[in-house]
């Protein structure tokens, strides 16, 4: 491959890592690999089977996305004992420019960039344009639960790093209340991520089981696979779906995004065509004098599986073409 025509870009989750190949933007997508974490020591060691599969590519641009926080050029796996830092990252890939964000950062940056046939509209906003400044939010709902604002400057895109799936959840009920001193048994603690990830949908359904004084256990895809024929499984996705509804709208009105909410991550994609019918709109918009208000923010699901392989190379583009005006205009000056 000709060297310094690519960028590699790696998105690293709790059980595998996918890597890429882009130009520009643009992910090429017979590039992508999946490799099993378990198997390897750290990134480095991934980065490096992923260069030996490209034929040795040497690339001009290297980004990764982390599930976990990202502080100071250096980020950590949250569920993972991994983490990566900007001169590892550079001495792996051979990269003249290298970057790493959380994984709702990169998600947060495809936004915009992901193919409209992969963006579903779950709740309609106002009609028109919001304008090219709007703020937009990105939920990631899987494995675990974070968020992230995306703001359009003048100077480019922002989406700051967060980690709001370890705040506390939310209680309106009794039961709600039930369930969070269910819940905090697991980390002494009872976060949001604790009941809206795939691990908390089944917590939800040993909740219910308890209540009702018959434990029983199901894994989330079991949960979801007998929605219509367990009457528990249904009750707990409805609890799931009412308490996903209250924290997308305590984030909207946080973060005022006129320009949009996009749901992301396969736990959100597997609830798609149940969250309108199990009451998410009517828990979004559940907020007293602001009920109304809230009709000013819709809500899509991006059904992109490789939108945070889209997010860096986008991210990395911007990155890499800022870089060189400002050297031309070094130059220049």
């Not at 796996?77 to 950062?105: F, G, H, S």
Request: proline fraction near 5%; aromatic fraction near 6%.
């Amino acid at each position: 491959m000709t060297p310094n025509t690519f960028s590699l870009v790696a998105d690293i989750g709790g059980t595998n890592t996918r890597c890429a190949l882009a130009v520009g933007p643009q992910v090429q997508v017979a590039t992508i690999r999946r490799y099993r974490n378990a198997e390897h020591a750290g990134l480095e060691t991934v980065i490096h089977a992923f260069i030996d599969d490209m034929d040795g590519v040497d690339c001009k641009g290297a980004a990764v996305a982390v599930a976990g926080p990202v502080r100071d050029g250096v980020g950590t796996m949250t569920n993972l004992d991994w983490a990566i830092d900007k001169p590892t990252l550079a001495r792996a890939t051979r990269a003249e420019a290298v970057a790493i964000l959380n994984d709702l950062q990169a998600q947060g940056q495809a936004v915009g960039y992901t193919d409209p046939s992969n963006v579903t509209r779950i709740l309609s906003g106002p009609s028109g344009d919001p304008g090219p400044h709007a703020a937009k939010l990105v939920i990631g709902v899987g494995t675990g639960f974070n968020a992230a604002p995306i703001w359009e400057a003048e100077q480019g895109r922002l989406v700051p790093p967060s980690e709001c799936g370890h705040a506390n959840l939310p209680i309106r009920t009794e039961r709600e209340l039930r369930l969070c001193k269910y819940v905090e048994t697991a980390h002494g603690f009872p976060a949001v991520e604790d009941v809206l990830s795939g691990r908390g949908l089944e917590r939800v359904y040993r909740f219910l089981g308890a209540e009702a004084d018959d434990p029983i256990e199901k894994s989330a895809a079991d949960i979801m696979g007998s929605l219509d024929s367990d009457p528990r499984a249904e009750e707990a996705a409805r609890f799931f779906t009412k308490i996903l509804g209250t924290v997308a709208g305590n984030l909207s009105l946080i973060h005022l995004p006129f320009g949009g909410v996009f749901l992301i991550g396969g736990v959100a994609r597997a609830f798609k065509d149940r969250l309108i019918p199990f009451g998410f709109g009517e828990a979004f918009r559940d907020k007293g004098r602001f009920a109304g208000f809230m009709s000013n923010f819709s809500v899509s699901m991006i059904e992109d599986d490789y939108a945070a392989l889209t997010g860096l190379a986008a991210h990395l583009a911007r990155e890499m073409a800022n870089s060189g005006n400002a050297a031309t205009d070094a130059e220049r000056a």
